[in-house]
């Protein structure tokens, strides 16, 4: 390949590693996306973490999504041991420690890491229905409650203010609000009341408010001129899996709403890892797969990559594995009938390869793998063998104290760990006494829903 490319790894023959033929992927096709999976213990989150530090060294933002909070280490230098020197020289790999630049976020706070929050106005209520689960009818009255809140001047912060003003037009002092835009169904109403209700109880309170986070801040650089990593900590809310998919829905669809068209270019500009993507797709509902389907198909040209991190190809939804040209696949066990069933799945997704693909990748060791990469011309290229090569940041997790002191010694600290309850619907509606909507102050423009 001629432009930069990342570094996978050494060529593997017969276990033996051949040095002067190397496994890259040029970096225009980073914008393309992506699939790393294998069994547990196999080395996926390293090559995560190995892929994720040479697109920052090249000045490309990366964004991680931690489930298991072991991958914060990018930003600290690796530590020299027997085994990293070990993997160096089967590589002929130059190893020399060290960390990335790094911020740590956390949804709605709940973790070690800076807040992430958005407010109910800037999911709109198209996405928002995607994540209630609502029906068509139901979506078409969501919307009017959105337009009702816009032209009275009621902000729609947060939960409390969407319920609020539910709760208002279907009382009786404000059902003739609607009469002459549509009326609001006791039952509509009632479906959209209990659907917050669930929200609510996977923790949702807590990401929806203000200071919104701008997702802008994930496409910056360092001062050296290495992209940024942004690590988002989901350990703390792995078994609420609505919270991680409600905030996905809506990472993508402020991207793909506000970043300009930019075809291919010659670099991505931001690539996404999520890591245990199994926990993102388990039960998910089908509002929230046509939504990630359509985004995937769709943000490459903005310049966005994504890649998903998982233990097989099969717990991706096929309209979005058609979409991962990159594939990293590392060791599979066949020990159950389930498993054989899986193994030979995976191996129709590859291209035609000259090696015993079952044979071989129930031999793999760790920190080995298949590859199969996008060229320069967007074709698959040939299956390869690869031993890849040791990330020089550690391999582990940071200690909680250091965490929390990255955490505040952020530039973004000040502008988002303090959440801000400033008056909006529920407020105004709780104290407006003897003053109907109309006679409310409004408030400038609301933004447009995205």
């Not at 800076?114 to 995607?130: C, D, E, Q, Y």
């Not at 996977?202 to 360092?222: I, K, S, V």
Request: proline share 6%.
């Amino acid at each position: 390949f001629t432009g930069p490319a990342l570094d996978l790894g050494a060529l593997l023959w017969d276990g033996v590693c051949l040095p002067d033929a190397q496994v890259r992927i040029p970096l225009p096709m980073l914008n393309r996306h992506g699939l790393v999976a294998g069994a547990t213990g196999t080395g996926k989150t390293k090559t995560l973490q190995l892929i994720a530090e040479q697109l920052s060294a090249q000045g490309v933002p990366v964004f991680l999504a931690d489930i298991k909070g072991d991958v914060s280490g990018i930003s600290q230098p690796g530590v020299r041991n027997e085994k990293v020197q070990s993997r160096a020289a089967e590589v002929h790999q130059t190893w020399v420690a060290g960390g990335f630049p790094a911020e740590f976020y956390a949804l709605g706070g709940i973790g070690h890491g800076i807040p992430v929050r958005a407010t109910v106005t800037s999911f709109g209520p198209v996405l928002l229905s995607k994540v209630l689960q609502l029906n068509r009818t139901q979506e078409q009255s969501l919307g009017l409650i959105f337009h009702y809140a816009d032209q009275k001047g009621l902000e729609l912060v947060d939960l409390k203010d969407l319920r609020a003003v539910v709760a208002f037009l279907t009382s009786e002092e404000g059902k003739p609000e609607l009469r002459n835009i549509g009326g609001l169904s006791t039952a509509t109403a009632g479906v959209i009341l209990r659907s917050l209700t669930a929200l609510e109880a996977q923790g949702m309170a807590d990401f929806f408010g203000e200071p919104e986070f701008d997702t802008a801040e994930l496409l910056r650089t360092a001062d050296d001129g290495r992209g940024l990593v942004s690590v988002l900590e989901l350990a703390a809310v792995q078994d609420r899996p609505q919270l991680f998919s409600t905030f996905l829905m809506w990472l993508l669809a402020d991207l793909f709403h506000d970043l300009p068209e930019v075809g291919d270019a010659d670099r991505p500009k931001l690539v996404f890892f999520f890591d245990e993507a199994h926990l993102l797709f388990n039960g998910a509902s089908k509002a929230f797969l046509d939504s990630i389907t359509q985004t995937v198909r769709l943000i490459r040209s903005k310049g966005v990559g994504v890649f998903f991190v998982t233990q097989t190809p099969k717990d991706v939804p096929a309209d979005v594995l058609a979409q991962l040209g990159n594939r990293v696949q590392h060791a599979l066990r066949a020990f159950t009938p389930d498993d054989q069933k899986a193994l030979k799945a995976t191996v129709k997704t590859f291209p035609d390869s000259a090696y015993d693909l079952e044979e071989l990748l129930t031999g793999l060791g760790t920190g080995e793998a298949v590859v199969t990469v996008l060229s320069e011309k967007g074709a698959p290229t040939p299956v390869a063998a690869t031993r890849l090569r040791a990330p020089e940041s550690l391999m582990g997790p940071v200690d909680a104290g250091a965490l929390d002191a990255a955490v505040e010694a952020s530039p973004l600290h000040g502008r988002y760990a303090q959440a801000v309850d400033r008056e909006s619907a529920y407020e105004k509606l709780g104290s407006r006494g003897a003053k109907g909507p109309d006679e409310m102050k409004a408030p400038p423009p609301a933004a447009p829903h995205k």
